[in-house]
């Protein structure tokens, strides 16, 4: 039995508990189709996910200079993307800032720009990479001077047990008008529905405990009491896998591969079905009670 009888996104009944691994078990809601791990792992539990081998083996303990086009290329767009629905810049908290990256790129760009993140492997990588500010800790330990113009969740908000309530604390930190910017994995995209329990996200050792897609998302913003602006998905299969290519070597040397992966992300991500999404949403100029 699911260890609470309601939906922890919509309050429905109708859940059905799965396995798709023999370390990982969830629920998931037949109502609004939010799946959620059962039991959720205690405080701290994620926190030995993120050691050093977790960055050097993705490439993370290096400065954004060093990082390869691609990510340099994602960070820059998303910081792009946070000016252009804010219209400027402005103060900026990062939650969850894993090495600093965004931040540094943010900083940059004129933004007055913090993080905060828990995982002390990550800090020390932070305060290399980074001058900016980096707060150790929840964000709901953190009291800030002020409020801010964005608050950005780059692949946190599925790590957390309490997401709505997250949200609804950045949304308080926020200016009016002020906006949160978020990615996670797509459990409605089409490399989860082929994969199914094989879906990596489905592992112990990625410390996802929500699982969205874009319709559970835009619920759970909007009970944050945020208006949504954008969402979509973006992403699809590396194409090339099977004859030995990785994704990092075909952006880096292989153009005309590199093209037609780009057009294969471009249609998975407009039809709904790409492997990430990616939201921007306001808290209002005018709230209401």
């Given at each position: 039995m699911p260890s609470d009888p309601a939906c922890y996104l919509c309050g429905?009944?109708?859940l059905t508990r799965r396995a798709p691994n023999a370390s990982y078990t969830m629920v998931i809601c037949g109502s609004c189709g939010y799946r959620r791990q059962d039991p959720i792992p205690p405080p701290g539990a994620l926190d030995v996910l993120y050691h050093n081998d977790f960055y050097t083996e993705r490439g993370l303990?290096?400065?954004?200079?060093?990082?390869?086009?691609?990510?340099?290329e994602l960070i820059a767009e998303r910081v792009r993307s946070v000016t252009r629905w804010r219209g400027g810049g402005g103060r900026l908290l990062d939650v969850g800032c894993g090495t600093g990256l965004f931040v540094e790129a943010a900083a940059r760009q004129g933004w007055a720009a913090v993080g905060t993140e828990t995982s002390a492997a990550s800090l020390a990588y932070a305060r290399r990479f980074t001058s900016a500010p980096i707060f150790q800790g929840e964000l709901g330990d953190y009291h800030a001077d002020g409020p801010f113009d964005a608050v950005t969740f780059w692949d946190v908000i599925e790590h957390l047990p309490d997401p709505r309530s997250e949200l609804e604390r950045a949304a308080a930190m926020l200016v009016p008008g002020g906006v949160v910017a978020i990615s996670l994995p797509n459990v409605a995209g089409l490399k989860a529905?082929?994969?199914?329990?094989?879906?990596?996200?489905?592992?112990?050792?990625?410390?996802?405990?929500?699982?969205?897609?874009?319709?559970?998302?835009a619920r759970l913003v909007g009970q944050a009491r945020l208006e949504l602006v954008?969402?979509?998905?973006h992403g699809a299969f590396n194409l090339w896998k099977s004859f030995g290519q990785d994704p990092l070597s075909v952006r880096e040397s292989h153009p005309l591969l590199d093209g037609v992966q780009r057009l294969a992300d471009t249609a998975a991500g407009r039809s709904g079905f790409g492997e990430t999404i990616t939201a921007y949403a306001r808290r209002p100029a005018v709230e209401h009670g």
């Open positions: 429905g009944t109708q303990d290096k400065g954004i200079d060093e990082q390869p086009r691609f990510m340099r529905r082929l994969l199914g329990d094989r879906w990596r996200y489905y592992l112990p050792s990625m410390g996802h405990i929500s699982h969205f897609s874009p319709s559970t998302l954008q969402l979509g998905t």
